[in-house]
Nanobody
C-alpha cells in the first residue's frame, strides 16, 4: 500500500506546476482522493479533493480558480495542476486517500492514508 507524490519544485510567482500521485496496493477506482499541504510552522490544510469517478471536485478557497484536481483510474494516478502560483503556496504537498468525498473542506482527520509529500517552493 503506497502513495507517492511527485512533480514539486521551485518556481517563480505566477508560474505553474503539475503534481502527480501514484497509488499502488489499492483498487484505485474505488478511492476518494485528495491533496493537502503543510507550510513551515503551520498545520496541514486541505487543498482539493475528488470522488471516485472524478465527476465531483472541491477546492479550498485559497486555490479555487487557480488549481485543478483530476484522476486517471486506468493509470492509478491523481493530479493537481496549480497555476498562478503565489509565495503563500509554498509548502509540502501530500496526496491522500480520504474516507469520503465532501463538497466542504476536508479535515486531515478524514484521511485514511497519506502519501509521501513533494516540496513546492514559490519565489516572488
Amino acid at each position: 500500500v503506497q502513495l507517492q507524490a511527485f512533480g514539486g519544485g521551485s518556481v517563480q510567482a505566477g508560474g505553474s506546476l503539475r503534481l502527480s500521485c501514484t497509488a499502488s496496493g489499492f483498487t484505485f477506482s474505488n478511492l476518494y482522493m485528495g491533496w493537502f499541504r503543510q507550510a513551515p510552522g503551520k498545520e496541514r490544510e486541505f487543498v482539493a479533493a475528488l470522488n471516485w469517478s472524478g465527476g465531483r471536485r472541491h477546492y479550498a478557497d485559497l486555490v479555487k480558480g487557480r488549481s485543478a484536481i483530476s484522476r486517471d483510474n486506468a493509470k492509478n494516478m491523481v493530479y493537481l495542476q496549480m497555476n498562478i502560483l503565489k509565495s503563500e503556496d509554498t509548502a509540502v504537498y501530500y496526496c491522500a486517500i480520504t474516507r469520503y468525498y465532501s463538497d466542504y473542506d476536508l479535515d486531515p482527520n478524514a484521511v485514511d492514508h497519506w502519501g509521501k509529500g513533494t516540496q513546492v517552493t514559490v519565489s516572488s
